[in-house]
């Protein structure tokens, strides 16, 4: 198993076990952040955490919680050695981002890092305010949820055509890996093949060379045109809504949703009232600006549908 230095002689596993947050949705301790840490150092029989993060930081409520106190009450636990390192994960905009990096000097950030989003997201440019800032990076679905290891056949081939004995798992760990500020990757294993897989990458430490980067960015881009709108966000649709939507914030949003899972619509809720996809009226004016002749009311109907579900 490789290992790489993270600071103060402190050496991590390139690979890490990924698991739920603590405490779990609906804990009154997420709230009370003063009584949850002491309750989970009881728990953990420990009389400090190495490595403690903030979980989920989102556009929708970074500004409470930088206006918290929790910031500055968990560094004073840094100073009493409660806390040895501190960082927050991350699901939400470049701009947010940059804000709570420039509120405190964080010794970390996990953020979703896989090569499907790197060429069909905004991951490039989130990874590059981190490795501007000199932030390490611990990673979380590298694989996207499971998706980069259940590719199209078109997308698969590409892969194989390079090395046909490298499972579609084990390319995504070598993409992240090739990532110079990722410290740690953070894998979801469900099963003991999945565990041998995963050792077995990160005990060989294979990076990428020029020709394996072109392919997955060709698998990335052949997976996208199959499973989402190719939206381009030329944004010929925007001028011409009645209801004055953001055709193409939403229709991420809904690659994002049906990709991942409907949870990722949490981010949403940033959004003002009258700029969801429920103030739709089906018009039509944006289909017929549309280059691509997307179908956009269907889709503004199946994203209400969505977040409704989400919402219960």
Not at 34 to 53: A, G, N, S, T, V
Not at 127 to 150: F, K, N, Q, S, T
Not at 272 to 280: G, M, T
């Amino acid at each position: 198993m490789q290992y790489k230095e993270f600071k103060d002689g402190v050496q991590l596993s390139r690979l890490g076990m990924g698991a739920m947050r603590l405490p779990v949705k609906g804990d009154d301790s997420q709230i009370d952040y003063e009584r949850q840490l002491e309750e989970q150092l009881r728990r953990l029989k420990m009389d400090r955490i190495d490595f403690y993060l903030l979980h989920g930081i989102q556009d929708s409520f970074v500004d409470d919680i930088l206006a918290s106190g929790c910031v500055e009450y968990f560094d004073r636990l840094k100073t009493e050695g409660k806390i040895r390192y501190l960082g927050f994960s991350f699901h939400g905009s470049p701009e947010t981002l940059k804000k709570a990096i420039q509120y405190y000097p964080w010794d970390f950030v996990q953020m979703q890092l896989n090569y499907y989003d790197w060429y069909c997201g905004n991951a490039e440019e989130i990874y590059r305010i981190l490795e501007d800032a000199r932030i390490p990076v611990m990673v979380m679905e590298p694989v996207h949820g499971g998706l980069l290891a259940d590719l199209t056949e078109d997308a698969i081939a590409v892969l194989k055509n390079l090395d046909p004995e490298c499972s579609q798992a084990s390319w995504a760990m070598r993409w992240v890996m090739s990532r110079k500020q990722v410290q740690v990757v953070l894998s979801g294993m469900s099963d003991q093949a999945q565990l041998a897989d995963n050792v077995k990458t990160f005990s060989e430490g294979r990076t990428l060379n020029e020709d394996e980067e072109s392919a997955l960015k060709e698998a990335a881009q052949i997976q996208y045109r199959k499973v989402a709108v190719p939206c381009t966000s030329c944004r010929y649709c925007t001028p011409n809504c009645p209801m004055d939507l953001d055709i193409p914030v939403l229709l991420r949003a809904y690659n994002e949703a049906k990709i991942g899972g409907e949870w990722r619509l949490t981010g949403l809720t940033a959004l003002p009232k009258e700029k969801l996809p429920e103030n739709c009226i089906g018009c039509g004016a944006c289909t017929q600006h549309c280059p691509q002749s997307f179908d956009i009311p269907g889709y503004m109907r199946e994203l209400k549908e969505m977040i409704e579900r989400l919402a219960g």
